[in-house]
């Protein structure tokens, strides 16, 4: 199955828990309406031994039916729900994995 992964990084660490309750309340229902999306989970960074300082402060992993379907739309959709989020994120990268059946 599709996996899609976004790294949020923001402007202001001391911001998460506003933009946990923004995202949650804003791009997870819009997220999760779309047919293709099957599930949609967020997650706080953590610092660990090792880890780098270029972390993301969250992941968020969506699980997806249909790529080409989710593809189709996604440019759009992201743009539409993450806009809001600008103010709080300084840069979002996205990274799309499928299973290696290994």
Same mark, same amino acid.
Not at 78 to 96: E, Q, S, Y
């Given at each position: 199955m599709p996996r899609v992964f976004f790294a949020y990084f923001l402007r202001d660490p001391g911001a998460a828990h506003e933009f946990g309750e923004r995202i949650e309340a804003d791009v997870k229902p819009a997220a999760l309406g779309e047919e293709s999306v099957l599930s949609w989970n967020l997650h706080r960074s953590v610092d660990w031994p090792g880890s780098s300082e270029n972390r993301p402060d969250f992941v968020c992993v969506v699980d997806v039916t249909d790529l080409r379907a989710w593809s189709d739309g996604a440019s759009d959709s *992201? /743009? =539409? @729900?993450? =806009? =809001? +989020? /600008?103010? +709080? !994120?300084?840069? *979002? /990268?996205? @990274? !799309?994995t499928v299973e290696t059946g290994g």
């Open positions: *992201i /743009a =539409g @729900t993450h =806009g =809001g +989020l /600008a103010d +709080l !994120v300084k840069r *979002i /990268a996205m @990274t !799309v």
